[in-house]
């Protein structure tokens, strides 16, 4: 196996508050790691430092084995990676088709090729079983599990080879979740992209990841193959964590 | 809001097909309605017909002319405030850039000797710079458009009053042969400002910019999250209407035959802002039309131009411009959520 993606004593401040500490990880080609921790653990963060949005104070990162800066989100996505935000990222005012083509638009210089556009993003719609009347409504008024697929549409067809998918399945129903869930098992059968993805819902986790990570107090603390864990051990972790906290008489890691 | 920007448009394709049976007839004055600028265009032909048949002398050539030269030059900055507006920001000094510029112009060509034409392009350059200072000010110091604004609203005031001891000047004789082109024959102010409404229409509903420009305005974490550069489509909006108040103030100027200190400021800022208001863009951001901003200040010369002729006075002007602001607003609000509330 070899590792597409590595970071390296990865610190994060905002102001006051300290998100990642000494975050060490790694991913491997075609890989599917799932990442879990409470809600503040630094989840969120970490992807952003790993899609460019955000710079690390310290550390460093390692893409297939060079040390990269990534100066901006564009500049990442040029090397390959591609993100789901928690918040998606979307645009209300805008039509799906061009939210899903949004940083990256077809253009015909001077104009927008709006029919392309169109086009595709029907097509990959489609392709992925979401279903949407139209693609030129605006998202605004799509539902929750809706505007989470078109996210994640935008990105696994953003012909990414690292994608991070942060809570891709926080908004979805049964269905669309398995949706969301097939489409990231059909990624890992090909075996060309690599996925980082961040959920809360462990037995998920382990029914589609290959690997889990915990995160806690900044930290990566646990690193097992998912095949060596279980759902058991996973909730005991995170519980343990809280009961700890509580018996500190901390209120838990936030 | 109906796709009044348009980026939700389908204008390359047929329209899709709807819920109900398709009646042609129906179906376009449904899409026309779902316009935003329609309600606007409506208005400012209803006053038309109204005026006209009151003073028949308002549709007369010479008339024509008065509105249109009361249309164009506020058009021309409403078109600036459109972008700032959908991208979340505005400008409240473009009304003194409007009356600096043609300064700047006077002060190139008699002081410092340039070609009138090199010194008309050095003027709006110089709008844009202010712009620039506006947009890095509100982008990167993170100042609130509304106070930067302000902010450079007195200073630019105060360099046009110093710099010109409070005196109006002439046009420099070495531009009269500029004189026509740039606003003082009948027609010129409207054609700059059809050419340009035009134009930044086109870039506000099917270019990048557009797109970026509203997606700012709409939601400003995601577009950066998604990779959109952020401050550049800010601090560009502010030059381009930097730019356009530059530009505008120049062509009143040629028009009027003077450079005068009095003209333009916070009156010319607030009229375009009430134009594009009324024409159906939102403070909030990530909505607005260019067409609407020109249709919205057509109405406001309208308005002045007919209570003149009628022989209302100036002051009532006021009260009819305010209840626009306030009725247009309350449509914009509640007719954007009954047409999301009514279709797909
Ligand atoms: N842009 C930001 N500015 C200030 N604090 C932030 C910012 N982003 C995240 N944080 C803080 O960093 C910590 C980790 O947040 P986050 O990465 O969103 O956690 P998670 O995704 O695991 O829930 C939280 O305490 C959060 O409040
Ligand atoms: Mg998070």
Redesign the pocket.
């Known amino acids: 196996m070899t590792e597409v993606l590595r970071a390296e004593n990865l610190a994060k401040s905002?102001?006051a508050?300290t998100?990642l500490t000494d975050i060490n990880l790694r991913l491997e080609q075609g890989e599917v790691l799932g990442l879990i921790?409470?809600?503040?653990?630094?989840?969120?963060?970490?992807i952003k430092i790993l899609c460019g949005f955000h710079q690390p104070d310290s550390g460093r990162v390692l893409l297939n084995g060079q040390e990269v800066t990534f100066k901006s989100v564009e500049h990442a996505r040029a090397l390959g990676i591609d993100t789901v935000y928690?918040d998606l990222a979307l645009i209300n005012e805008l039509s799906v088709y061009h939210n899903m083509f949004l940083g990256r638009e077809r253009v015909r210089w001077p104009l927008l090729s709006n029919r392309a556009m169109r086009r595709l993003a029907k097509e990959h719609l489609d392709d992925m079983g979401v279903n949407i009347s139209s693609v030129d409504v605006e998202v605004a008024k799509l539902s929750g599990g809706q505007r989470q697929a078109i996210a994640v549409a935008r990105s696994v067809y953003s012909e990414a080879k690292i994608l991070l998918l942060?809570e891709p399945l926080a908004a979805m129903g049964a269905k669309e979740g398995a949706l969301i869930l097939d489409l990231v098992r059909e990624l890992k059968e090909r075996g060309e992209v690599s996925v980082i993805i961040?959920a809360h819902n462990y037995a998920q986790v382990l029914e589609v990841c290959d690997r889990v990570n915990l995160?806690q107090h900044g930290q990566i603390t646990f690193d097992k193959p998912a095949g060596e864990t279980s759902l058991r051990e996973l909730t005991d972790l995170v519980v343990a964590e809280y009961r700890a906290a509580r018996t500190r008489g901390a209120p838990p890691a936030? | 809001m109906g796709g009044a920007v348009g980026q939700t448009e389908a204008e390359d394709t047929p329209a899709a097909p709807g819920p109900r049976p398709p009646r042609a007839l129906g179906r376009a004055a449904d899409a026309f309605l779902r316009r935003r600028e329609a309600t606007i265009l409506v208005v400012a032909i209803a006053l038309l017909v109204y005026f006209q048949w009151s003073r028949s002398a308002f549709l007369s050539h010479d008339n024509l002319v008065n509105i249109s030269q009361g249309t164009a030059p506020y058009a021309i900055v409403a078109v600036g405030e459109v972008l700032l507006l959908v991208s979340g920001e505005i400008d409240l000094s473009a009304g003194m850039v409007f009356t600096l510029s043609p300064f700047l112009m006077h002060y190139f060509i008699d002081y410092y000797g340039m070609y009138p034409i090199l010194a008309i392009v050095v003027a709006l350059l110089a709008g844009a710079a202010i712009g620039l200072v506006n947009g890095a000010v509100t982008v990167f110091l993170r100042v609130p458009s509304f106070v930067t604004t302000l902010g450079t609203l007195f200073l630019i005031q105060g360099i046009t009053l110093t710099t010109s001891h409070a005196y109006p000047a002439e046009i420099p004789p070495a531009a009269q042969g500029l004189a026509s082109w740039f606003g003082h024959a009948d027609w010129s102010e409207l054609i700059w400002c059809l050419a340009i409404v035009a134009f930044f229409h086109i870039v506000l509903i099917r270019t990048r910019w557009g797109l970026h420009t509203v997606a700012v305005g709409g939601n400003l974490l995601g577009a950066s999250e998604a990779g959109i550069k952020v401050a550049r489509i800010k601090v560009g909006n502010f030059m381009v209407t930097g730019g356009l108040a530059a530009f505008a103030g120049i062509l009143e100027a040629f028009r009027t035959s003077t450079i005068d200190p009095s003209s333009g400021g916070t009156g010319a800022m607030f009229t375009a802002v009430s134009a594009a208001v009324i024409g159906g863009t939102a403070l909030a951001g990530g909505s607005g039309t260019v067409i609407g901003a020109l249709f919205g200040a057509l109405v406001l010369a309208e308005l002045q131009n007919g209570f003149n002729l009628i022989g209302i006075s100036a002051n009532p002007f006021n009260i009819i411009l305010g209840a626009a602001i306030l009725v247009s607003m309350i449509l914009n609000v509640h007719l954007a959520r009954l047409r999301r509330a009514g279709r797909s």
């Open positions: 905002f102001g508050v998100a921790g409470d809600n503040g653990a630094g989840k969120s963060t970490l928690q942060d961040i995160l936030t």
